[in-house]
């Protein structure tokens, strides 16, 4: 029946842009330097936007751009409402998010709320005295009675959560590294200046925020130790942090109403989105929950693809049990790489980085794609000179370094990305692992990554589409994206040995792409045999044809003309 003869059914509400968009994460101090100091800027990221365009994706997220001493090389905010200059201006800013959205490009920042900088102005007060009005933004504690920290806590990053202040007498709180102080979100105060944090951003027209370590933001309030975790083995390469269960130190039950009141702030600017970096590791019920009832978060990171072990059956009992635990509604997110874990290409190989490609840009999700691994960038081989993380300097084998090297842009001197010197190498196979070699490569993974995003584009059935995912085939993992009419099959051959797997359905089917990118357009009957390594979009069914082509490498496609 038509809308007309029920006027009182509410139209459905517009569906929010994030549910479509491919989120491509920005690491400002690695994508393009445009003044010369060998460290990338928000004018040089401005510079790049029509490689974004050209590369297909809606929005960017920009790891911090805040002051701050660099101790976590952003994640140490010493002032929230500000640009750090070797970025630029909150003009250049303004600047950047006008010729995004001129392009229709969204632009998100990160949010740090767990912890400042231990310079940061509300820091500096709170250690100034006992007595001092922001002393409660944060956490301090009495010595246990033997005079040591408070309770056992641990930091991620290596050694106690507790720093004593000599000065006051009391213990801190420190998560991460000591120069970052974890503030108090159980105190008021501190939820009105993080409302006043986000206004500022928002007003300024920003598209939503990225917010760090969301479970880290409330503690136990009784301060109790956390218990041993049993399944820890110690050894070479082993995270300390995870000899304890975090019950107490993270993860409380009421940091949902505190996730509804971040909701509640952005919700006062519509269209603008909300999404929470949630613990690795996390269970999919775990995920599922910060979703709240439609009123916590819009996106909740799950960093599952990096985690899991790279085979078959962990990929799809994964992918079956996440698309089941989500609320109805929520919109699944997955992300291969980002800034703080290995690179894709260097954890699966770059012949598996390709097919993770695929499952990224294909499976139901709003997927996260980070700076370089459209380039298929391993980690960076880097001398001791060169660490500079903090993890790494405190715990042996955690330094991110290598993940963090700069965008190769071209095959002149530091690959295009300074005229200075670079503050990280661009790494020894930056003269041909490069943007400007890669696209005009028919065969080449940023091929493949451009030619995934307009088949997304393409086809709302990638978007749209519900998903079920197959029963497994070996080495094989297959879902069926369905919207409508519309069927299309997605095979994963995350094996090295060729096989022959049933198509689903009777109809057989037409390849639309696959990541070898030389199979387009291959009839498809009762089976498909993938080689070792490769994976296939199938348009299932008679009319598979239709609606499947997309960009090659060089220069068709609407962007081209403005690529720098
Ligand atoms: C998560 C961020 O992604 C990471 O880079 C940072 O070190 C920690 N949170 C602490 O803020």
């Given at each position: 029946m038509?809308?007309?003869t029920h006027p ?7 569906r929010p842009?994030?549910?479509?968009a491919?989120?491509?994460q920005v690491y ?8 010369g100091d ?6 040089g ?6 490689y ?11 790891s911090?751009?805040?002051?701050s ?6 994640y140490?905010?010493?002032?929230y409402t500000?640009?750090?200059p070797?970025?630029g201006?909150?003009?250049?800013l303004?600047?950047?998010i006008a010729?995004?959205?001129?392009r229709?490009?969204r632009l998100?920042l990160?949010l ?5 900088s231990?310079r940061?102005?509300w820091?500096?007060?709170s250690r100034?005295s006992r007595?001092d ?8 504690r009495d010595?246990?009675?033997d005079g040591?920290p408070?309770?056992?806590w ?9 720093t004593w202040?000599?000065?006051t ?5 420190h998560?991460f ?10 105190n ?5 200046a993080?409302?006043g944090v986000m206004r500022f ?5 920003i598209?939503?925020?990225r917010?760090d370590?969301i479970?880290?933001l409330l503690k136990?309030e009784?301060?109790?130790?956390d ?5 820890f083995v110690?050894?070479p ?9 975090h019950?107490?130190?993270?993860d409380?039950?009421?940091?949902h109403?505190?996730?509804r009141?971040?909701r509640?702030?952005i919700d006062a600017?519509p269209?603008r989105v909300l999404i929470?970096?949630v ?13 709240g009832?439609g ?11 990096m985690?899991l072990?790279w085979?078959s059956a962990a990929?799809?009992?994964h992918?079956a049990r996440?698309d089941?635990?989500?609320?109805p509604?929520?919109?699944p997110?997955f ?8 690179r ?8 598996q980085?390709r097919?993770a490609?695929?499952?990224?840009l294909?499976a139901?999700n709003?997927?996260f794609?980070?700076?370089?691994d459209e380039l298929?960038m391993?980690?960076a081989e ?6 500079r993380d903090?993890?790494?300097?405190r715990?042996?084998g955690?330094?991110?370094?290598p993940?963090?090297?700069p965008m190769?842009?071209?095959a002149?001197g530091h690959?295009g990305?300074?005229?200075g010197?670079?503050?990280?190498p661009v ?8 943007v400007?070699r890669?696209r005009?490569d028919?065969?080449?993974?940023l091929t493949?990554?451009?030619?995934l995003?307009a088949?997304?584009?393409a ?14 085939a070996?080495?094989?993992?297959g879902?069926v994206r369905?919207?409508?009419?519309r069927?299309v099959w997605v095979?994963?051959?995350l094996?090295?040995?060729?096989v022959e797997?049933?198509?689903p359905?009777?109809g057989?089917g037409t390849i639309a792409?696959?990541t ?5 357009g ?6 498909l045999?993938?080689?070792g390594d490769?994976?296939?979009?199938v ?5 598979s044809?239709?609606g499947?082509?997309?960009?090659r490498?060089g220069r068709a496609g609407p962007?081209?003309?403005?690529w720098?």
């Amino acid at each position: 029946m038509s809308r007309r003869t029920h006027p009182a059914t509410p139209p459905a509400p517009p569906r929010p842009w994030w549910h479509d968009a491919v989120v491509y994460q920005v690491y400002p101090r690695s994508f393009q330097d445009a003044d010369g100091d060998g460290v990338g800027d928000l004018a040089g990221i401005a510079l790049r936007l029509d490689y974004l365009t050209w590369l297909g994706v809606n929005a960017i997220w920009l790891s911090p751009i805040y002051p701050s001493p660099l101790v976590d090389f952003g994640y140490d905010v010493s002032d929230y409402t500000a640009v750090d200059p070797v970025y630029g201006t909150l003009d250049d800013l303004g600047r950047l998010i006008a010729e995004a959205h001129a392009r229709g490009l969204r632009l998100i920042l990160d949010l740090v709320p767990s912890h400042t900088s231990d310079r940061h102005p509300w820091f500096q007060a709170s250690r100034s005295s006992r007595d001092d009005p922001k002393r409660d933004w944060y956490l301090w504690r009495d010595p246990a009675p033997d005079g040591g920290p408070p309770n056992n806590w641990l930091s991620h990053f290596g050694g106690r959560a507790w720093t004593w202040d000599a000065a006051t007498g009391q213990f801190y709180l420190h998560s991460f590294v000591p120069e970052q102080p974890d503030l108090n979100w159980r105190n008021p105060e501190v939820l009105d200046a993080m409302a006043g944090v986000m206004r500022f951003w928002l007003d300024r027209g920003i598209d939503g925020f990225r917010v760090d370590v969301i479970h880290n933001l409330l503690k136990d309030e009784a301060f109790r130790d956390d218990p041993p975790n049993p399944d820890f083995v110690p050894g070479p390469g082993a995270n300390p942090y995870h000899s304890l269960r975090h019950l107490h130190s993270s993860d409380q039950p009421d940091v949902h109403r505190l996730l509804r009141w971040f909701r509640r702030q952005i919700d006062a600017y519509p269209g603008r989105v909300l999404i929470g970096e949630v613990e690795y590791g996390s269970s999919v019920e775990r995920l599922a929950r910060f979703y709240g009832d439609g009123d916590e978060l819009h996106l909740a990171l799950n960093f599952s693809l990096m985690t899991l072990p790279w085979e078959s059956a962990a990929i799809a009992d994964h992918l079956a049990r996440y698309d089941a635990a989500l609320p109805p509604g929520a919109c699944p997110t997955f992300v291969v790489g980002n800034h703080d874990r290995a690179r894709v290409a260097t954890r699966i190989g770059p012949a598996q980085a390709r097919v993770a490609a695929m499952l990224l840009l294909t499976a139901r999700n709003t997927p996260f794609v980070y700076q370089g691994d459209e380039l298929g960038m391993r980690n960076a081989e880097l001398g001791p000179e060169h660490q500079r993380d903090p993890w790494g300097l405190r715990v042996p084998g955690h330094g991110r370094d290598p993940v963090r090297t700069p965008m190769r842009w071209d095959a002149s001197g530091h690959a295009g990305f300074t005229t200075g010197e670079p503050w990280l190498p661009v790494g020894d196979d930056a003269g041909t692992e490069n943007v400007a070699r890669l696209r005009e490569d028919e065969r080449s993974i940023l091929t493949l990554h451009r030619r995934l995003l307009a088949l997304r584009r393409a086809d709302a059935v990638f978007t749209l589409g519900r998903q079920r995912v197959l029963p497994l085939a070996g080495d094989v993992v297959g879902y069926v994206r369905e919207d409508g009419e519309r069927r299309v099959w997605v095979a994963l051959n995350l094996g090295s040995r060729e096989v022959e797997v049933e198509t689903p359905g009777a109809g057989g089917g037409t390849i639309a792409l696959s990541t070898a990118l030389d199979r387009e357009g291959e009839a498809v009957g009762r089976s498909l045999r993938l080689r070792g390594d490769e994976g296939c979009v199938v348009v299932l069914g008679r009319n598979s044809g239709r609606g499947t082509s997309t960009p090659r490498a060089g220069r068709a496609g609407p962007h081209d003309r403005g690529w720098p």
